[in-house]
């Protein structure tokens, strides 16, 4: 079993209780009722974009400590410097070179990133030579990165690939304001 936490907006104790189930009780603190809650079960907690409520890492020790079979999977920008905690950096995606073939712009992760989040979002790629190397050339100025990559493709819909490379070329500000669950 596992539970998943989407950008915590009110106290993020609040957030793990409400997600779980465990209702609040008078007289009781909400964090001795989420341990006693997890204390039996074995769960996995995913929990995204913590660098939002990172000052909230110590509740995080808590569950480490205090459950016996609970295991957090935590995304963040910041290190939470807690004892145990295994750090995974993320590399950017892997960019084709400037006179690759079709076939392999196509398959380079970043392209093939690109590629798939436009097309969850309805775009209608043509995928010929001119648009994969349009592609190629977002994802290079993006650096690769999965998250810039995934707000590009999904505005690629409304603009085009062209569009917004064009854009790109001016500011990456163009990147931000979307749906808030991206």
Request: proline share 5%.
């Amino acid at each position: 079993r596992f539970a998943i936490f989407w950008r915590p907006c009110r106290s993020f104790v609040s957030s793990i209780a409400s997600s779980l189930g465990v209702p609040e009780s008078p007289g009781q603190s909400l964090v001795d009722l989420v341990l006693n809650y997890l204390r039996p079960r074995k769960m996995l907690l995913i929990i995204d974009n913590f660098e939002h409520v990172v000052a909230a890492a110590g509740v995080l020790g808590q569950l480490i400590t205090e459950t016996d079979q609970v295991m957090l999977l935590v995304t963040s920008r910041e290190r939470l410097r807690l004892s145990g905690e295994r750090v995974v950096e993320v590399p950017p995606l892997a960019l084709p070179g400037a006179v690759d073939s079709d076939e392999v712009l196509r398959r380079a992760d970043a392209v093939e990133l690109f590629i798939d989040r436009a097309r969850a979002a309805g775009s209608d790629l043509d995928l010929d030579h001119g648009q994969l190397k349009i592609i190629t050339e977002i994802c290079r100025r993006l650096d690769g990165i999965p998250l810039a990559i995934e707000l590009a493709a999904s505005r690629a819909k409304v603009v085009g690939p062209e569009e917004l490379l064009r854009r790109l070329d001016r500011s990456l500000s163009f990147l931000t304001g979307g749906a808030r669950d991206l």
